[in-house]
């Protein structure tokens, strides 16, 4: 079946500028969660959302940033004002059901590059 | 003390070596354990899950050390197309947070 997909692939913006990043979990996967790469580091929580239930935003580096999910469906992780610092690859992954030892599926990720 | 620890690298290693891989934790709470596999600008996946008993997959043998907190990843018979980073990731003691490693990068040279 479909994996993860997300969009854009790579996104090139102007600092200050905002971006909105789409992904599309496995279908049937409650659980949805972003995470942030920058070059040559690992990868850091940005937020998880488990069903209906409240997300957990604690990962996220500041209120520029900001992510929605439509049930159990699509979600986008908007980020405002973008700074150089925010350069990094975005990767979304789902898992069934957000368990202690469920697997979570990656997408391939979207590159964002600030000017 | 970081999070979750990985030997810096890189490894080099022949076609054929057999290559261990380190990793220590700091959260004693922590209940699940991985190693992911990343190709080069690609998304992790899932490579094995470490369980208290250890275990095996083909050349891939997984340890985990609860005491010590340490995990462990031995290749063994090492191909090209293991050529990969292997990222240590670890449930940070609630559900569904993990907590990666900064990956170790392992390159088999024909």
């Known amino acids: 079946g479909a994996g993860v997909s997300q969009s854009p692939s790579n996104k090139v913006t102007e600092k200050g500028k905002d971006v909105e990043l789409r992904c599309d979990p496995i279908?049937?996967?409650?659980?949805l969660y972003w995470y942030r790469q920058r070059l040559g580091q690992g990868l850091e929580f940005l937020i998880y959302?488990?069903?209906?239930?409240?997300?957990?935003k604690s990962g996220l580096p500041s209120d520029r940033f900001s992510a929605e999910r439509t049930g159990e469906s699509v979600s986008t992780l908007t980020i405002q004002r973008t700074q150089q610092e925010d350069s990094a690859v975005y990767l979304c992954?789902?898992?069934?059901?957000?368990?202690?030892?469920?697997?979570?599926?990656f997408g391939p990720g979207t590159r964002l590059t600030v000017l | 003390r970081k999070e979750v620890e990985q030997d810096p690298g890189p490894f080099n290693v022949p076609e054929g070596a057999t290559v261990a891989f380190n990793c220590t934790y700091s959260?004693?709470?922590?209940?699940?354990f991985f190693w992911y596999r990343q190709d080069c600008r690609k998304e992790p996946k899932l490579l094995m899950s470490?369980?208290?008993s250890g275990n095996e997959d083909g050349r891939f043998t997984a340890q985990l050390n609860r005491a010590s907190q340490y995990i462990s990843l031995l290749i063994r018979d090492s191909k090209l197309s293991d050529s990969a980073t292997y990222l240590c990731?670890?449930?940070?003691?609630?559900?569904?947070?993990?907590?990666f490693g900064k990956g170790t990068l392992l390159t088999v040279n024909p």
């Open positions: 279908s049937g996967h409650t659980a």
């Open positions: 990731v670890v449930n940070g003691g609630s559900n569904y947070k993990l907590t």
């Open positions: 992954a789902s898992s069934p059901s957000g368990g202690p030892t469920d697997t979570q599926y």
């Open positions: 470490v369980y208290s």
């Open positions: 959260n004693s709470a922590s209940q699940s």
């Open positions: 959302f488990q069903g209906n239930s409240a997300p957990d």
